[in-house]
């Protein structure tokens, strides 16, 4: 030993939720009980995009990716004999978040803890929602106000709290590059803190502690040197915004204060084990520099491409974190990168670069209107096909996907089935029944009370918080809260980003996506169609989009004409659309687990609609068990992660059409 002080080690969190209220209890608890030193919240797609379970929209999604949670019942459940005033809770929730923020303080509040003593934060950035993750629901200006709304409460009734976590995580996963990373936060923060500061709810000299409670969640990849780099480059950025715009002088209320999850888009299916050293390397990106150390980390667990991770899963990826802070020396040293000429010239060009795009973004007129432009979208679909590029080409390696690519048989996943956790559907009648007993026993007048109040406030200026809280209180639920707000503000389709993206993948003679060019343009003709037309769907409320937009660009560059309205469809708008576009494939992309109920959806309607013989394609986070499923179904294929080459798909997807319409096959390779 060195006989030096230690520091104390970051909080330890794994994300996480399931099923029900009662069953992520269970699970955060026994977390708990095994050293983790704060909760990270997982819900549910509708808790997220402001449905109840019993919406339409629902349906297949309900506590798939998360925990559901409806009404005050469901959040006294999630956290029965977990004492509030003494935790630190991350909920990842956005469009919502002064929903779900309001049942925890109820919760709080009826445990006996003072909320001047909550301490966890809500993530409720929604400009990332609309780039990358897609669980926005409200316009951006209504979404600004009410993360505005939420800061000023805050900042007054807990001030504790971390209003908001500024997200690149999602950025990154959606093919930003680290400029693009640095870039796109700081221009979502500046609008964030220009939107308090115009509001006039927070005086002058309360302002230091609006910027002393904005943190950031941010992502970590495997080049560990380039990623601690960039957290550094955040830092000096942050200092000189909020010294330089707002006038900071507090050193501690400038602090870049972040957490972090590292990063689940590197994690592969294939040859999954290699997922456990990638989880290392990024977490040491963030924990390695003292002075640019994260103050939260939760790591994935190793098989989350294959799906919804076990609790030993979870538990092995606590004990990373556990092993580092606890047996290693990392703790007991200063910056250990401190004068380094390389970390220092590296970060000199990420700040350069990054201030430069702010200034491009501010000239436009702000993050929001960089949204609305559809700017900001359209850049990172162009940056995630050249990476998706560079993955096909080779020039970017991934080990056991690209190269290295022959394995042992691999113990871990002898049985895959048991080696992920799946969600059993009858759950979802469960929760919807205990919804209805839930609205059937409350008290109906002062819950549509609460929600006309909470209309009036949003249809005027005043805060809308103390009446969200009102809501909690009266027993409103999810949906219902969420509805009245639409009725007042509308809803927000953001730009997909996908027309305005420029090719990605040359299409030279002897090219393979030239080669697939010429399998579409010949099948076309085969057909008597100028084009192919490809309908590319996502059903339910997955908002993960990255892949399905990938897919959508390459087959416009291969000569298809596309069809891509979006996220959040139904099976029967997406049906309407192939029939009145008289599509000649439609490709499905399901990330949530909701595969096996809405896919066969598509595929019945589609036959009661006379057009059964449209071959239909699905492209997901979707096991081989029900893969096998999907395809007795009737599905022509199915591609998971491990399918890397997106020409290739392409190439597949014409044979389908070709099959389908029962024509020869091509000898063209692609």
Known sequence: MSGRQKDRPWLMRTYAGHSTAEASNELYRRNLAKGQTGLSVAFDLPTQTGYDPDHVLARGEVGRVGVPVSHLGDMRRLFQDIPLEQMNTSMTINATAMWLLALYQVVAEEQGADAGKLQGTTQNDIVKEYLSRGTHVFPPGPSLRLTTDMITYTV?????????????YHLQEAGATPVQEIAYAMSTAIAVLDAVRDSGQVPEEKFGDVVGRISFFVNAGVRFIEEMCKMRAFGRIWDRVTRERYGITDAKQR???????????????????????????????????????????????????????????????????????????????????????????????????????????????????????????????????????????????????????????????????????????????????????????????????ALAVLKKAAAGTENM??????????????????????????????PTGVSSAPVAVTAEEGTPLALVREKAARTAADLGAGRLRLLVGKPGL?????????????????????????????????????????????????????????VPDVLARLRRTGAGDIPVIAGGIIPPADAAALVKAGVAAVFTPKDFGITEIIGRIVDEIRKANKLDPLEVPA
């Open 156 to 168: 007054n009734r807990i001030p504790k709290w971390n209003p908001i976590n500024i997200c690149s």
């Open 465 to 494: 918080m103390e009446a969200t809280v009102e809501c909690a209180r009266a027993g409103v639920t999810t949906g219902e809260w969420s509805w009245a707000l639409r009725d007042v503000f509308g809803e927000f389709r953001a």
């Open 255 to 449: 602090r870049f204060r972040y957490g972090v999850q590292v990063n689940s888009l590197g994690l592969t299916e294939a040859q999954p084990e290699n997922n456990v050293q990638r989880i290392v390397l990024e977490m040491l990106a963030v924990t390695l520099s003292k002075d640019a150390r994260a103050r939260a980390v939760q790591l994935p667990a190793w098989n989350e491409a294959l799906g919804l991770p076990r609790p030993w899963d979870q538990q092995w990826s606590l004990r990373i974190q556990q092993v580092l802070a606890h047996e290693s020396d990392l703790l007991e040293y200063e910056d250990i990168f401190a004068g380094s000429h390389v970390i220092e010239a590296k970060v000199d060009e990420l700040v350069t670069d990054s201030l430069a795009e702010i200034d491009r973004i501010q000239q436009m007129g702000g993050a929001m209107a960089a949204v609305e432009s559809g700017y900001l979208k359209s850049e990172l679909v162009s940056s995630h096909a050249a990476r998706r590029a560079r993955i096909e080409g080779g020039d970017e390696k991934i080990v056991g996907v690209n190269i290295y690519e022959s394995t042992e048989p691999n113990p871990l996943t002898a049985d895959l089935d048991a080696a992920i956790m799946t969600v059993d559907p009858s759950i979802e009648a469960k929760v919807v029944a205990a919804l209805h007993e839930w609205r059937d026993n409350r008290d109906e007048a002062r819950a549509t009370e």
């Open 542 to 598: 997955d908002g993960h989009s990255n892949g399905a937009e990938q897919i959508a660009v390459r087959a416009r560059d291969a000569g298809f004409e596309v069809v891509y309205q979006g996220i959040r469809l139904t099976p029967e708008q997406i049906v309407s659309a192939a029939v009145a576009e008289d599509v000649h494939c439609v490709g499905l992309s399901i990330l949530s687990g909701s595969h096996a109920e809405l």
